[in-house]
Antibody, heavy 117, light 107 residues
């Protein structure tokens, strides 16, 4: 059984950056893919990108290219998502999700990021 | 990038009725990488179906998925009170695109 525990809520100023962590326990961290998905208030799910920890390779949704960086630390079984040049439209709940068998079968609890001046 | 379009936007049904949700892709999607999720307010999404038709662990058999190519369907055979929620389809092959969601509400 995999558990994903995310860092706490953040309040950021426009133009700044935020870094959210996702610590995994159970399973073999390096062997599964971690994705980041966000959900703006009252809106749907939006995939941002993913990383395969064993390879250290990340790929990103076109919309976020150049503004998001996803990394993974195998020594601590933790994935990170950093989003820069924040604007009010980035206010959302950010989720990490693991693809262990197939589909995104495990999800973190979500991290609310509020961008406000 | 593949665009997924779900219909209808909202489905108003009564408990015990059958729900049929549609997901159409802008280009062919490998069935191996088509999933459905359920999300309730204030909760993270929950995986229901992967590989277009395989139920995830612990998912009741009233949920079924079908389809191939560009057209996929999630069917809930008899709605239980806990099934009223928002449902998303997703392709997770080349990227991880989600559809915009279908809300199943109580009539």
């Amino acid at each position: 059984q995999v558990q994903l525990v995310q860092s706490g809520a953040e309040v950021k100023k426009p133009g700044s950056s935020v870094k959210v962590s996702c610590k995994a326990s159970g399973g073999t961290f390096s062997s599964y893919t971690i994705s980041w998905v966000r959900q703006a208030p009252g809106q749907g799910l939006e995939w941002m990108g993913r990383i395969i920890p064993i390879l250290g390779i990340a790929n990103y949704a076109q919309k976020f290219q150049g503004r998001v960086t996803i990394t993974a630390d195998k020594s601590t079984s933790t994935a990170y998502m950093e989003l820069s040049s924040l604007r009010s439209e980035d206010t959302a709940v950010y989720y990490c999700a693991a693809m262990v068998t197939s589909g995104f079968d495990y999800w973190g609890q979500g991290t609310l990021v509020t961008v406000s001046s | 990038e593949i665009v997924l379009t779900q219909s209808p936007g909202t489905l108003s049904l009564s408990p015990g009725e059958r729900a049929t949700l549609s997901c159409r892709a802008s280009q062919s999607v490998s069935s191996s990488y088509l999933a459905w999720y359920q999300q309730k307010p204030g909760q993270a999404p929950r995986l229901l179906i992967y590989g277009a038709s395989s139920r995830a662990t612990g998912i009741p058999d009233r949920f079924s998925g079908s389809g191939s190519g560009t057209d996929f369907t999630l069917t809930i055979s008899r709605l239980e009170p806990e099934d009223f929620a928002v449902y998303y389809c997703q392709q997770y092959g080349s990227s991880g695109t989600f559809g915009q969601g279908t809300k199943v509400e109580i009539k």
